[in-house]
């Protein structure tokens, strides 16, 4: 009755070695580290410089607890401070063999003390937010009137273009705002302008408006494709921040959406308030230019000559020199998009990049005049610039749309669009809430929070005890339990801990604890009915689980809410209470009634249960009065 088969108790022993695993790490404090990341956008970090830094250490005698790759940037431990400042010194130099332009990012950071063991298991403690570790923060508005701006004078570009390849007459094309106006004297003429202008910018509702020789051929943004409009713009604007970001070393920066305009950006780490807002507001632009293949360029290349006149020396990705051309072809003003793809021919990995009407018209004539060349798209980032990408011209490209290929990589696509699509932020930003979070607050904070969890389970253990007796020991415990699996999963999901989150650890303590005591109830409740002790707990938990549950799915809708319509620190603290709640289910009932199936279920002749005073009613009428 009271037993459980053996699989069930090996179920909850690997949950619980699972839960102390993954607990572990956030215990070890944390340690000296260098962190290396991409200095620049057209720079990658990958394996090869995790050997490189590896090898670097080794030649100057420096012996690192560890050097891993880990998601974008390259991380190395030391034992000491002392140790941890040399080590940022040899692999600058090694990495960035020219101070004044550095392709890597060597920062001072702090990592988990844990062992390798624990990391090569991808045990790794949970990042603590902005509120636990200090840092900048910073709430931006996007200014999207601009983006629309922005696209209704490309597009007013592309109008013109348009009507004068196709010989319709007009008189004029002018730009109020984010609306179009063409002007027509003829009524056929505008006809034909609106076929044209309808078919190639679908963006735009037109309408004809005016009579006589006052026609007017007015073009508005849709809704929709305003909408998407301004998505682009907040998407590109928040991939554009975290390429920037990563020049500050932070480990896990936040970078996210609020509301429809906004994005906020939290640097974990971080006190140089000027040198964040300095990254972040840098701009970056993008120029096509043709590669000189003269035999001057040649040797220039070589090292053995000097640039030619007109000329410039740029490196590639691979670090190899190339000498382009001054005169710029196109800027980064004239694409309006670039997407990863395949060759349907090939089946290879390609970018297909979208020019407006201006960058299609030019890129056509330059395309047509010099097949057989190279081409460079250059990335500029601080006044410096990097080839991205340097192709062949095989034959004219019409229509704006343009396809680069040559032994890429999927993710060699994807990295390459990105740089394309996002160099410069789509619309302005202006900082509208700044604040900064010292890191003694940070460690006060996480001392509070720390001790409100501690001091809540002693005060609730506490009761259990004094209350149920043993039953409220195997409460506690269930108690403890559900605290270590929380945290471990909160861990295993390489969760951010932030003020938010510990007070819902705090409150799911409390919560959790209800279905011990609904249990508890109802065991003693069938005590009171007179049921022998084997089948009062039976039957208390089967009864008591129809209640946790109802309580638990409502409290977890009011969670799920909070999570798909909260922001900031109201979803974090969703994220640990629905969390909590799972947790709290499995270890209320199933470990809570393990543990007492394991001490009580193998007592065939059981007489009474460790549950604290069982008030019984009949007892009770049958006691004589106390007579004074």
């Avoid at 004809?208 to 301004?230: D, K, N, W």
């Avoid at 000329?311 to 590639?316: A, G, T």
């Avoid at 691979?318 to 694409?335: F, H, S």
Wanted: proline content about 4%; charged content about 20%; some cysteine.
């Amino acid at each position: 009755m009271n037993r459980y088969p053996w699989w069930k108790y090996a179920i909850l022993a690997i949950a619980l070695v699972v839960g102390l695993l993954y607990t572990l790490p956030n215990f070890y404090g944390e340690a000296p580290a260098v962190q290396v990341s991409s200095g620049k956008a057209t720079v990658r970090v990958d394996e090869a410089v995790a050997e490189r830094v590896q090898q670097a250490l080794q030649q100057a005698g420096l012996q690192p607890d560890f050097v891993q790759f880990e998601g974008s940037s390259v991380r190395a431990r030391f034992a000491d401070t002392d140790t941890q400042i040399r080590a940022k010194d040899v692999i600058s130099q090694a990495l960035n063999p020219d101070p004044a332009d550095p392709r890597y990012i060597v920062a001072l950071n702090l990592v988990s003390r844990s062992p390798a063991w624990l990391a090569g298991i991808r045990a790794l403690p949970m990042y603590l937010g902005l509120d636990l570790r200090g840092g900048v923060h910073f709430l931006m508005q996007v200014d999207m009137k601009s983006a629309l701006t922005k696209r209704a004078e490309a597009l007013t570009g592309d109008a013109r273009t348009l009507l004068r390849e196709k010989n319709v007459r007009h008189g004029g094309v002018t730009r109020d705002g984010n609306t179009i106006e063409v002007r027509f004297r003829e009524a056929a003429v505008a006809q034909q302008g609106l076929q044209v202008l309808g078919d190639a910018i679908a963006d735009m509702q037109w309408e004809l408006q005016g009579e006589g020789s006052e026609l007017r051929l007015v073009g508005e943004f849709r809704p929709q494709a305003a909408r998407q409009i301004q998505d682009q713009a907040l998407r590109q604007n928040i991939t554009t921040l975290a390429n920037r970001v990563n020049e500050l070393g932070v480990a896990e920066p936040v970078i996210q959406q609020q509301g429809l305009d906004r994005v906020v950006v939290q640097l974990p780490g971080v006190q140089d308030t000027a040198k964040a807002k300095d990254i972040i507001g840098r701009t970056a632009t993008l120029e096509i230019r043709l590669v000189n293949e003269s035999a001057e360029a040649r040797e220039a290349e070589r090292g053995s000559a000097p640039v030619p006149f007109g000329s410039e020396r740029f490196l590639e990705r691979d670090g190899r020199p190339i000498i382009v051309l001054r005169q710029v072809v196109l800027t980064g003003e004239n694409l309006t998009d670039a997407q990863p793809g395949f060759d349907p021919q090939t089946q290879e990995p390609v970018v297909n990049l979208t020019l407006d009407a201006k960058g299609a018209r030019v890129f056509r004539d330059v395309t047509r005049e010099n097949v057989g060349r190279r081409m460079a798209i250059i990335l500029f980032e601080k006044g410096k610039g990097e080839v991205v990408t340097a192709p062949v011209i095989r034959s004219e490209i019409g229509g704006g749309r343009v396809q680069i290929s040559g032994r890429m990589t999927t993710q060699e696509a994807n990295d390459q669009a990105l740089l394309l699509r996002a160099g410069s932020l789509a619309a302005p930003m202006e900082i509208i809430e700044e604040r900064t979070i010292g890191p003694s607050l940070g460690a006060d904070n996480i001392a509070k929070g720390f001790d409100s969890v501690i001091y809540g389970f002693i005060a609730i253990a506490v009761f259990m005890c004094a209350y149920y007796l043993l039953f409220g020991v195997f409460s506690t415990v269930a108690l403890a339990f559900n605290l270590l699996l929380l945290v471990a999963v909160l861990s295993m999901l390489q969760a951010t801990l932030t003020l938010p989150g510990m007070a819902a650890i705090a409150l799911t303590l409390g919560m959790a604890i209800d279905a011990n005591v609904l249990i508890n109830e109802r065991v003693r409740e069938e005590l009171r009915a007179g049921l022998p002790p084997q089948q009062a707990i039976n039957i208390g938990y089967e009864r008591a689980w129809g209640t946790i549950l109802d309580s638990n799915v409502t409290t977890l809708i009011a969670g799920l809410a909070l999570l798909a319509f909260g922001s900031g620190p109201v979803r974090g603290f969703a994220v640990v209470h629905c969390l909590g709640i799972l947790t709290s289910m499995f270890s209320a009932v199933v470990f809570s009634r393990g543990l007492v199936n394991l001490w009580y279920g193998r007592q065939k002749r059981l007489k009474s249960v460790s549950i604290g005073q069982v008030w019984r009613p009949d007892a009770a009428a049958a006691k004589p009065p106390v007579k004074g």
